[in-house]
């Protein structure tokens, strides 16, 4: 349990330290999104002040928006870069590796050996989306997914409006799949606010299934779930954390 997007952030610092600690550059996956605002701003004071290397880790993301290169407006690397200026310069030093934002089959796959070949996502931070989404995986995508190119649900959609005013949001995004997401060896996801809370009890209570993806998390062994009180009004005895 904990009481903000503010108070989780003393715990993903804490975890990204622990993965730092086991050096040989660590692959770290960021989500994007409302949710990590807190996160990245204070990931960048611990880079300004000494605290943090981003020359320990390799870093990566897990979604981009069709035709959004990293320097568009509005695209996931450009609001990482944004709210995590070191972040910028990994990129520009080629130890930060964008998701390929065109959606051609070679270039989803040559990032994924890319992915492996960095020894495989050590850290995977996510969100969830109001119907369960996570990453770009809208309800309904299969589970055995990895990279590929998705339609982006209404919602999803709205959700995103405000970085795009006044144009309208994109439709479609190259994600990674529910299986790639899997393969990390350590997922923490993050959900706050009563607007989540639908969607966190279909994934922790409900079947594994399609209909809400993050649902997965129940078979991913090294799994931590952190949520502010809102989040988890639906659960049973209101349980805010599960796995470890």
Do not use: W
Not at 109 to 130: F, N, S, T
């Amino acid at each position: 349990m904990v009481a903000n997007a503010d108070a989780a952030v003393p715990l993903l610092l804490s975890e990204v330290r622990n993965v730092l600690a086991r050096g040989n550059l660590p692959l770290i996956s960021f989500a994007t999104g409302g949710t990590f605002g807190a996160f990245f701003r204070a990931l960048a004071t611990e880079v300004q002040q000494g605290r943090i290397s981003t020359t320990e880790f390799i870093g990566t993301h897990l979604d981009e928006y069709i035709a959004y290169e990293p320097q568009r407006r509005g695209g996931m690397v450009h609001e990482l870069t944004l709210r995590c200026p070191p972040l910028r310069e990994m990129l520009a030093r080629g130890t930060f590796l964008p998701v390929p934002c065109h959606g051609a089959e070679g270039s989803m796959r040559a990032h994924e050996e890319r992915l492996q070949r960095a020894g495989g996502v050590k850290l995977q931070l996510l969100g969830i989306g109001r119907n369960g989404h996570i990453a770009f995986n809208e309800p309904g995508t299969p589970l055995d997914t990895r990279f590929h190119v998705t339609e982006l649900a209404e919602s999803t959609r709205l959700d995103a409006r405000s970085r795009f005013v006044p144009d309208e949001p994109p439709k479609r995004a190259v994600t990674s799949g529910v299986q790639t997401i899997l393969g990390g060896e350590r997922l923490v996801l993050c959900a706050f606010g009563q607007a989540k809370a639908e969607a966190v009890r279909s994934m922790l209570h409900g079947d594994v299934s399609s209909a809400c993806p993050a649902s997965v998390l129940q078979r991913h062994p090294n799994a931590l779930v952190l949520l502010d009180t809102e989040a988890a009004s639906l659960l049973e005895g209101n349980a805010a954390a599960a796995g470890g």
